[in-house]
Nanobody
Framework: QVQLVESGGGLVQPGGSLRLSCAAS????????MGWYRQVPGKQRELVAT???????NHADSVRGRFTISRDNAKNTVYLEMNSLKAEDTAVYYC????????????WGQGTQVTVSS
């Protein structure tokens, strides 16, 4: 059974920092394209950042320079370091594991709430 478990969310003041973690079980993330997405009520889920098996990263324009995605294959965990947080970063953050091939594998975590407010 595959599980992606996010943690690290919470309430933080504007300008603050949080570090999200996504611990995977049932798969080896070293074979997967990993990503963080976020969603607010009434809006579509949007891409925040991705990292491929080679460690190449991509960050959305809205978070570039403030957020950093990373992975630790030995711990089977992906991280999202979030700095200089803004109110508009408030959302539920989801972890995704994607593997393309003959059979596509696409897994999601349950999400963790991040609230940026004074």
């Amino acid at each position: 059974q595959v599980q992606l478990v996010e943690s690290g969310g919470g309430l933080v003041q504007p300008g603050g920092s949080l570090r999200l973690s996504c611990a995977a079980s049932g798969i080896s993330i070293s074979f997967y394209f990993m990503g963080w997405y976020r969603q607010v009520p009434g809006k579509q889920r949007e891409l925040v950042a991705t990292i491929d098996s080679g460690g190449n990263t991509n960050h959305a324009d809205s978070v570039r320079g403030r957020f950093t995605i990373s992975r630790d294959n030995a711990k089977n965990t992906v991280y999202l370091e979030m700095n200089s947080l803004k109110a508009e970063d408030t959302a539920v953050y989801y972890c995704n594991a994607l593997r393309l091939g003959v059979v596509k594998s696409d897994y999601w975590g349950q999400g963790t709430q991040v609230t940026v407010s004074s």
